[in-house]
């Protein structure tokens, strides 16, 4: 068995926002690269750079929580007991294949029940216990809190969805993880840019989202899955940084979450019926 380290970063903010990245995380458990593929090792469908697009949080005083470890370890943004978001091929609790239909592990090397157990108290409960922990004190002092589920994915993943990705995925369970006029300003705000977008599209909020956005109890969630084409050289090779996509993609990403933190948002974020 293994002794977990620091399962996340968390930083706690002054506003009613909690911003959520859970597949940013590059760390493995001891001994595990031995355990992972070769094509793996390179950890391809983590969500590259996150908190260096998002550095500008620490700035606007909101919450944020970032796994440390990858989701080769565990995906946080699947249920406990690892029933199915969607109806289409996608990945689980514990990835056994890539993005690419490769197998993550080496044969015979997968988590062993035990280790799957430990994991799940160690590292993907106290994750997701954060969350409800800063969600209800955030509701508690402003009356109601917003969970942004951070996340990012290469243009093409043809086990996923056909073609190329939008280059903003904004997804709210079909709108009921979040007031529909949230999702609605964000969405203004891409559409008069030059970057491409859809609503609830192949991704539609994940577990996280899912499982927190009860916005009948004045706790909206939504979920932005970006294209990495936005902001890496090179997606499917190197995972480096383009300096001249972020340029214009960074002061975007902090109008969408300034957005959220807008006064004007309490109004209609505030369900005066709850019981």
Not at 160 to 178: I, R, T, W
Not at 195 to 215: D, E
Not at 223 to 228: A, Y
Request: some cysteine; aromatic content about 10%; charged content about 20%.
């Amino acid at each position: 068995m293994f002794k977990c380290e620091k399962p996340f970063q968390f930083h706690q903010g002054n506003n009613p926002l909690l911003v959520s990245m859970p597949h940013s995380g590059l760390q493995l458990l001891p001994g595990m690269q031995a355990r992972l593929s070769e094509s793996a090792r390179h950890l391809p469908d983590t969500d590259w750079y996150l908190p260096q697009l998002y550095e500008f949080l620490s700035e606007l005083d909101v919450s944020i929580i970032s796994a440390n470890y990858s989701r080769y370890v565990v995906d946080l943004n699947r249920p406990q007991d690892d029933q199915a978001l969607y109806a289409s091929k996608t990945t689980g609790l514990f990835p056994e294949i890539l993005f690419d239909e490769r197998p993550v592990f080496l044969t015979d090397k997968q988590h062993s029940a035990a280790l799957k157990a430990q994991i799940k108290t160690e590292i993907w409960q106290p994750y997701h216990q954060q969350i409800a922990s800063e969600l209800a004190r955030l509701k508690a002092q402003f009356g109601y809190a917003i969970l942004f589920d951070a996340h990012s994915i290469a243009a093409q993943v043809p086990m996923l969805f056909a073609g190329k990705l939008p280059d903003f995925n904004f997804g709210n369970n079909d709108g009921l993880a979040c007031a529909p006029d949230l999702l609605t300003d964000l969405e203004k705000i891409v559409a008069s840019s030059h970057y491409s977008h859809v609503c609830n599209g192949r991704f539609k909020g994940g577990y996280i989202t899912r499982h927190f956005g009860q916005p009948q109890h004045n706790i909206h969630a939504i979920q932005l899955e970006l294209s990495q084409d936005t902001y890496l050289a090179d997606s499917s090779k190197t995972y480096q940084l383009d300096s001249g996509k972020i340029e214009p993609l960074k002061p975007l990403l902090q109008q969408l979450i300034s957005c959220l933190l807008a006064p004007g948002k309490a109004a209609y974020l505030k369900n005066t019926n709850e019981v």
